[in-house]
């Protein structure tokens, strides 16, 4: 069992900048960053992103692999201590609070920092996790692919019926000649005003009571395949891009019943512009309570919030 000042739970951006921090201001950080057999995988989403053109400082664009292993070497060069596991549960009804990861190891800290991100949710195809990762034309991010150059001047589908789907949409319709917005039922969920958005455009134009059943293509995406919902008929749709917006899925599970969670599941803040969750003593930075922004940048601006506001904590005598 080990007693750590601070323990620091997750591996994205505002868990390294929280550490970077926690570490310069010397209460040598303990970062549980997440081992690859769970949903926290470590390095987070940003590890199956390829090319980062809006994290400022890289005039070029950045690898997101690159960017977090960077973020976690500077942690590290800091003195931040790594454990690649995953923490299972995290009892606060007693201080230390302890934390119990996958191993079975125990560990005690005076203060807690989450940051566990979450999880775009994918539709579950063999071929859309292969196109992801590869960077073939398959992502979970319009925001952070859509400017790529390969996906200008084509034809791109976005999945789903949220206000995500058609802020993608419309923010694609910038790039390419047209979006094809794919949703399983013939209403969208999104705002209306959203939703009058993207039935204005141009660009933008549906495909009603469909759902992608396979997604086509070897190193590059050329097309997906549809199933009409309502007759089961299947046809193929030539794309060059697919933008999956169905939602995300935050990684507190481990966290339900310890501190207060909203009804989405992400973490509930109870005082805006501050990091402190429901129990004192325990932050939340990043995507596990942010299911607003959701960008590398501001992950990492809560990250550095969160460092500050433990280290005051802990000198008040926590
Ligand atoms: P969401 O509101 O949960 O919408 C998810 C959409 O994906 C729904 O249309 C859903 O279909 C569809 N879907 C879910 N699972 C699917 C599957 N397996 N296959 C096919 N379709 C699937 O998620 P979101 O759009 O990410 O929004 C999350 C929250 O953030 C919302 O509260 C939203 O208002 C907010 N947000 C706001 C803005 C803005 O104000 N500008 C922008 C983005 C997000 P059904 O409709 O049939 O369930």
Redesign the pocket.
Known sequence: MSKETIVIIGSGPAAWTAAVYAARAELHPFVIEGSFHRTMVPGGQLMFTTEVENYPGFKDGVDGQTLMLDMKAQAVRFGTRVLTEDVLKLDVQQRPFRMTTTSGAEVLADAVIVATGANA?W??LPNEQRLAQSGGGVSACAVCDGALPHFRGKTLAV?????????DALYLTKFAKEVVI????D?????KV?AERAHASEKIRFEWHQ??TDVHGGDVITGIRLKDVRSGAERDLEVSGLFV????EPNTAFLKGVIDLKE?GYVRMPISWRTQTSVPGVFAAGDVMD??YRQAVTAAGTGCMAALEAERWLSHGG
């Not at 794919?182 to 039922?185: I, P, T």
């Open positions: 949710k539709i579950g999945v789903g019926g949220g206000d995500t789907a058609v802020e794919v949703h399983r039922r209403e969208l969920r999104a705002s959203m759902v992608v917006a169905i939602g995300h989405n299911d607003y």
